[in-house]
């Protein structure tokens, strides 16, 4: 066993320096563990997270939420990835999100050799087995283009594995419950949490799509798709090259979501951009929309309830994000890479719950259900009434269409 201890006081000219600091560990051969514990005083003003990276690559990320973990052949902490400590230099990332104006006192232990105890892994293994799979709700049917179906998705969703509070499978059976086809598990800076969704959809019947929620203090992006990790300390600009290249998706998160609304420059747009996050509050409130319109209504607009725990602003599938799929993918195997096409080639809608009305873009025409007595607001600025609970319209040329009440309040917004 060898233990490598760092005590530094931090400052603001450290963090001004790099928000992100790595802590060199040698790992030696055959290491049977690492056991990293950071201890933060209690001071007001301080927000340190803490991650890892392996001598072959980024093994895992705990941001804010935890102050240990382990990683051993076999197992890790929630957030990291288990598997053979390869021999060379390991790197114990600390971030200054928050550091007071008098800094603080940082004291980072490193343990290597065998570790009795994964920290929070009990936990998450007793929480995860006492999830049941819940009844479903009557599917809502909805017409589409030909060969085509609409599905019910969240695109914003945080367990165990970063700053939730609840496991995967809790985050499943509440998706279910929603009556959600598919769903996001965005986690932070990592992918430890992927290796759990395969098994969970086929359990759930609910199609679990890997994702990872790029996280800095001036941004979010989620990351869709298995691609491996993308690396939030590199700039923005090669978060939309390398997710393009390796074949995934890229959503620019809640751009106006508070103190990490979007602010990262960016010489290429992403395809996706969450402009319905479930901040979105007062739906009369036209900032969401009024940020899409400037950014681009070429961007495909999905939407999230962000859920981390029960005092979440909302639960899982509010809003709600509608795809059209493939007809023919059915189960969850099928629907994850389904809905991913449906995604890159732009076929969505957001509502602002499962049942709540909504306005479909179905192949040359607009289609609205469930909202009489409401306007349809096309790209162009044109309002449209609708009279009835179904009623359809030529669809624009140009993308960007929203449903609203009398008063301005959104309903809708289709692609």
Do not use: K
């Not at 233990?3 to 790992?27: E, G, N």
């Not at 980024?58 to 053979?84: C, N």
């Not at 479930?278 to 900032?287: A, E, F, N, Q």
């Not at 029960?310 to 799929?325: D, E, Q």
Request: proline share 9%.
């Amino acid at each position: 066993m060898a233990i490598t201890t760092y005590r530094q006081r931090w400052t603001l000219d450290d963090r001004a320096a790099s928000v992100w600091h790595s802590l060199p560990v040698d790992i030696p051969a055959g290491c049977p563990g690492l056991l990293v514990t950071l201890t933060v005083p209690d001071v007001e003003g301080a927000v340190i997270d803490l991650g890892c990276e392996g001598a072959g690559g980024w093994r895992g990320w705990s941001g804010g939420a935890r102050q240990t973990f382990a990683i051993t052949p076999t197992a890790a902490t929630p957030g990291y990835v288990a598997g053979e400590l390869e021999e060379g230099t390991w790197f114990v990332v600390i971030g200054l999100h928050r550091v007071p104006v008098d800094g603080v006192e940082l004291v980072v232990e490193a343990v290597t050799g065998p570790v009795s105890v994964i920290p929070g892994l009990d936990e998450y293994v007793a929480l995860t087995g006492a999830v049941g799979v819940p009844a479903r709700p009557p599917r809502r049917v909805l017409p589409a283009a030909d060969g085509l179906r609409w599905v019910a998705g969240d695109f914003h969703a945080h367990s165990l594995h970063s700053d939730g509070s609840t496991p995967i499978a809790n985050l499943a059976s509440l998706g279910v419950s929603a009556g959600l086809d598919v769903m996001a598990i965005t986690d932070h800076n990592t992918e430890a949490h992927h290796a759990e969704l395969a098994g969970l959809s086929r359990q759930f019947g609910i199609g679990l799509i890997p994702g990872q929620e790029v996280t800095t203090d001036t941004g979010h992006a989620n990351a869709f798709g298995a691609i491996g990790v993308i690396d939030f300390r590199q700039p923005a600009s090669t978060w939309v090259t390398g997710v393009a290249r390796r074949g995934g998706l890229l959503s620019i998160n809640h751009p106006l979501g508070g103190d990490c609304s979007w602010r990262q420059p960016l010489p290429e747009h992403p395809p996706l951009a969450e402009i319905w996050h479930s901040s979105w509050l007062d739906h009369r409130w036209g900032g969401p929309v009024a940020w899409w319109q400037a950014w681009g209504l070429g961007t495909t607009p999905i939407g999230g309830s962000d859920y981390h725990n029960p005092s979440s602003l909302t639960t899982p599938g509010i809003p709600t994000t509608w795809i059209a799929i493939d007809a023919s993918a059915e189960g969850p195997d099928e629907l994850v890479p389904a809905v991913l096409e449906g995604l890159a080639a732009g076929r969505t809608a957001i509502s602002a719950g499962y049942d709540a009305p909504l306005v479909l873009h179905n192949g040359n025409e607009l289609v609205v259900v469930d909202a009489p007595n409401t306007l349809l607001l096309t790209p162009d600025g044109t309002p449209h009434p609708i009279r009835s609970p179904y009623e359809s319209i030529p669809a624009p040329t140009d993308p960007g269409t929203a449903l609203l009440t009398h008063d301005n309040r959104f309903l809708s917004l289709t692609s």
